[in-house]
C-alpha cells in the first residue's frame, strides 16, 4: 500500500504517483489502512495497540456501518497455537451474546494470513482509565461492579473462563440514555472448558497482578480464578491501589498465595461491610471459600446498588484522556461520483466549444462505466449483505434466547451449588461425630484386646469388665452418630442430585447452541464467499478507476485555467 503525502490518497504498490496532485507516493506507514478486508471491511484508522494484535476503526462499506477491526500481528500469525487462541476469542465471545459483553459481528484472515476479527466500535475508555488513586464511590463500585459480574457469569454459564480479567480488559462505552455500560474484552487467552487444551505445561498466561493462586500453580484454574481476578479489581477500584504491591512478577506470585489482602476499610473508610466481606471473600486463597459462581456476586452487589429516582441516570465516570465521538467519511462511490463530475467540469471548461479529444472523452466515460459496474457490484453485494445479516439477527435472537434460558437455570444452579455447600458447611459435626464415634470404638476395641479380649472365662476380672463396658458403650455412640450422620449424608446427596439436574439441563442448552452455532457457520461461509468475490472485484474496477483518472489527470494538468479544478480534486481527496 502507497499513499500521498500531499492529499493522503491510497494506492497499490504499482501507482508511481498520484493523480490529483502529482506527487511522488509514499509507503505507508501501516500496511492494512486503506485495505478493504473479506470485501466490506474499510480499514481507516488505528486505535490501540498490544502485543498481539492491532485495533482498527473500519467502515463496513455495504452498509455504511462503523465497526472496529482487530488484526493479529503478522510475526504471530505463524505460531498456530496463537492464531487459534485468536480465532477461539472471535468464537467465544460471539456465542456468549450478552449486553456486557463486546459484540463479534465476523472474523476472517487478511490476504497476507493475519487473523483478524470485526467487533463492535464503542464509545468509552477502559475501566483502568477512571480508577483514580482516591478509588470510586462505594456505589459506583457496585454498580459497574455488577455489571463486571453479570458478563462474567454469561461467559461461565457457557463454560468459558476469561483468564485475563484485568481494568484494560473491561470498557466502559455509554449505554441507553447516557448510562455507564460495562463490555468485557479480550479473550483471546479464554479457555472453554469444553475446548481441547492450548496451554503447554509450564506455561502461565495472565496479568501477574490479577492471578488466582491457583492459576500460579496449575493450568486447570475453574471459574473462580475469575472471581479472585474480579476481587482484585474491586479492590482497586474502591481504594486505588491494588490488594497486593510488588517489584517483580515473583513477588506478586508469592503474595497472591500466602499474604492476606488488607481489608478494604482501612484504606476506603466509607467502605460498606457488606462490599468489604464480598471483597475478601472473592480473595480467599481457596477457590472452595469465595462465592460459589458470578451469579451469587451479581445478587450481593445489587442490594448495594444506589436506588436511582424514576428517569434520572447514574453519574457517568469520567476517564482521564478524553474519548472523540467518531465520524464517518463519505462512501468510495460518492467520492468518486464528485470526482467524476470535476472531470466533467476540466472537459467543459478546457473545451467550451465541445470538441474535446475523443480519447479523453472515451476515458470519461470509461469512468463513468466503471462506476456503473461499481454501483452494480455494490448493489449486488448489498443484496448478499441483507441475506447475510438475516442469518446473523436469526443467530443473535437464538444466542439471545438460550442464553436467557441458561441464565435463568444458571441462577437455580447457583441457589442450588450455594445450598449444597451450606447444606455440608451444616452437616459437618455429625460427620465429625461419626468419625469420633468410631474412632472411640477402634480405641475401646484395642484396649478388650490388651485386657485378652472377648471369650468365655472362668473368672472375671475387673480389667476385662471395663474393656466390655467401654466396647459397648462407645458403639452406641457410634450407632447414635452413624444414624444422624447417615441422615445427614442422604440430605446433602440430595442437593448435590439437584445440582446435577440443573447442570445437565445447563449442559444440554449449551449443546443446543453449539448445533446452532454450526448451522449458522455454514450459512456464514456460504454468504461471505460471495461477499468477497465481488469485494475482490469491486477492488479491481477501483484500481482501474485511479489508472484511468490519472490518464485523465496527466494530459488536463497543464492548462492554468483548471488550477482550481484540480484544487477541489484535491480536496475531494483529502
Not at 445447563?506 to 461477499?531: M, N, P, W, Y
Request: net charge negative.
Amino acid at each position: 500500500m502507497r499513499v500521498c503525502p500531499q492529499c493522503g490518497l491510497k494506492y497499490s504498490n504499482d501507482q508511481p504517483s498520484c493523480f490529483v496532485d502529482g506527487s511522488a507516493l509514499e509507503e505507508a506507514p501501516d500496511p492494512y489502512i486503506g485495505l478493504t478486508l473479506a470485501g466490506r471491511y474499510l480499514v481507516e484508522s488505528t486505535l490501540g495497540e498490544g502485543g498481539m494484535a492491532v485495533v482498527y476503526r473500519a467502515r463496513h462499506t455495504l452498509v455504511d456501518r462503523p465497526v472496529a477491526v482487530k488484526i493479529m500481528n503478522k510475526q504471530l500469525a505463524s505460531d498456530a497455537s496463537l492464531r487459534e487462541r485468536f480465532r477461539r476469542e472471535a468464537k467465544n465471545a460471539a456465542a456468549l451474546a450478552h449486553p456486557n459483553i463486546i459484540e463479534i459481528y465476523d472474523y476472517g484472515e487478511t490476504d497476507d494470513g493475519a487473523p483478524f476479527l470485526v467487533m463492535e466500535l464503542l464509545d468509552g475508555a477502559p475501566l483502568a482509565d477512571y480508577i483514580t488513586e482516591r478509588g470510586m464511590p462505594p456505589g459506583e463500585v457496585a454498580s459497574l461492579g455488577m455489571q463486571i459480574a453479570q458478563g462474567l457469569a454469561r461467559a461461565h454459564d457457557f463454560d468459558v473462563i476469561h483468564r485475563d480479567l484485568k481494568p484494560d480488559n473491561i470498557f466502559v462505552s455509554r449505554g441507553p440514555h447516557g448510562r455507564p455500560l460495562i463490555k468485557l474484552l479480550d479473550f483471546g487467552i479464554a479457555r472453554s472448558m469444553q475446548d481441547s487444551r492450548l496451554t503447554n505445561v509450564g506455561e502461565v498466561f495472565g496479568t501477574p497482578q490479577y492471578m488466582a493462586p491457583e492459576r500460579i500453580t496449575s493450568i486447570d484454574a475453574g471459574p473462580a480464578a475469575d472471581l479472585y481476578a474480579l476481587g482484585v479489581i474491586y479492590f482497586e477500584m474502591l481504594t486505588g491501589r491494588l490488594p497486593f504491591e510488588a517489584e517483580e512478577i515473583t513477588g506478586y506470585f508469592i503474595k497472591h498465595m500466602q499474604e492476606v489482602p488488607p481489608k478494604p476499610s482501612d484504606l476506603a473508610p466509607d467502605c460498606p461491610r457488606r462490599l468489604e466481606e464480598l471483597i475478601l471473600e472473592l480473595l480467599a486463597k481457596s477457590p472452595d471459600e469465595r462465592p460459589v459462581d458470578a451469579h451469587q456476586v451479581v445478587k450481593e452487589l445489587a442490594s448495594l446498588v444506589p436506588k436511582e429516582g424514576p428517569g434520572v441516570a447514574p453519574p457517568v465516570p469520567t476517564p482521564s484522556r478524553p474519548v472523540v465521538a467518531p465520524t464517518l467519511p463519505p462512501t468510495t462511490l460518492e467520492r468518486w461520483a464528485r470526482r467524476t463530475a470535476i472531470f466533467d467540469q476540466m472537459l467543459s471548461r478546457a473545451y467550451p466549444a465541445g470538441d474535446a479529444p475523443a480519447p479523453l472523452r472515451a476515458l470519461l466515460e470509461s469512468i463513468r462505466g466503471t462506476l456503473t459496474q461499481i454501483h452494480s457490484l455494490r448493489h449486488e453485494g448489498l443484496k448478499e449483505q441483507r441475506q447475510l445479516e438475516q442469518v446473523q439477527n436469526d443467530a443473535r435472537d437464538q444466542r439471545a434466547r438460550l442464553g436467557f434460558a441458561v441464565q435463568s437455570l444458571a441462577e437455580d444452579l447457583s441457589q442450588a451449588r450455594d445450598a449444597a455447600r451450606r447444606a455440608k458447611a451444616e452437616v459437618a459435626p455429625y460427620f465429625e461425630a461419626d468419625d469420633q464415634g468410631r474412632a472411640a470404638y477402634l480405641t475401646a476395641h484395642q484396649t478388650l484386646e490388651s485386657a485378652g479380649g472377648y471369650h468365655e472365662v472362668e473368672e472375671p476380672t475387673e480389667a476385662l469388665v471395663r474393656a466390655l463396658r467401654e466396647v459397648t458403650e462407645g458403639l452406641d455412640r457410634w450407632l447414635l452418630a452413624r444414624g444422624a450422620a447417615e441422615k445427614a449424608r442422604r440430605w446433602v446427596d440430595a442437593k448435590e442430585e439437584a445440582v446435577r439436574d440443573v447442570e445437565f439441563q445447563v449442559g444440554a442448552l449449551r449443546q443446543q447452541l453449539e448445533r446452532s452455532e454450526g448451522e449458522f457457520d455454514t450459512k456464514k461461509a456460504q454468504s461471505e464467499a460471495i461477499l468477497v468475490s465481488k469485494g475482490a472485484e469491486v477492488s479491481a474496477h477501483e484500481q482501474q478507476l485511479v489508472e484511468k483518472a490519472t490518464q485523465l489527470a496527466n494530459q488536463l494538468r497543464s492548462r492554468r485555467e483548471l488550477s482550481d479544478l484540480f484544487a477541489q480534486l484535491e480536496a475531494e481527496g483529502a
